[in-house]
């Protein structure tokens, strides 16, 4: 069984930075794409940033990109995202998960979350102005 356990949300003033861990266990990350979904109060789920050692890709959305930067430990099984010069606007739930055989360079507008095998538990990112 593959459990995902996701870590390290908290408060942070804007302009500061937080890394979220995502540990996988059952499962190497071989043929394999995780990462970070977020969901904010009265939003839809959006895709974060997630890497796939199926295609050797990464994703970012749009509006991470240059602040947040995703990387992974293959002999810990956990990803990290790097959060930096975060924003109110960053503040959600995040959810880290992952999708068996994952092309991610296919996925233009990023992965979907009715596309992703397994689901960790949220963890709450609060940036305050």
């Known amino acids: 069984e593959v459990q995902l356990q996701a870590s390290g949300g908290g408060l942070v003033q804007a302009g500061g930075s937080l890394r979220l861990s995502c540990a996988a266990s059952g499962r190497s990350f071989d043929d394999f794409a995780i990462g970070w979904f977020r969901q904010a109060p009265g939003k839809e789920r959006e895709g974060v940033s997630f890497t796939s050692s199926t295609d050797g890709s990464t994703y970012y959305a749009n509006s991470v990109k240059g602040r947040f930067t995703i990387t992974s430990d293959n002999a810990k099984n956990t990803v990290y995202l790097q959060m930096n010069n975060l924003k109110p606007e960053d503040t959600a739930v995040y959810y880290c998960?992952?999708?068996?055989?994952?092309?991610?360079?296919?996925?233009?507008?990023?992965?979907?979350?009715?596309?992703?095998?397994?689901w960790g538990q949220g963890t709450l990112v609060t940036v305050s102005s």
């Open positions: 998960a992952g999708a068996e055989g994952y092309f991610l360079s296919a996925a233009v507008s990023g992965p979907g979350p009715r596309e992703m095998d397994y």
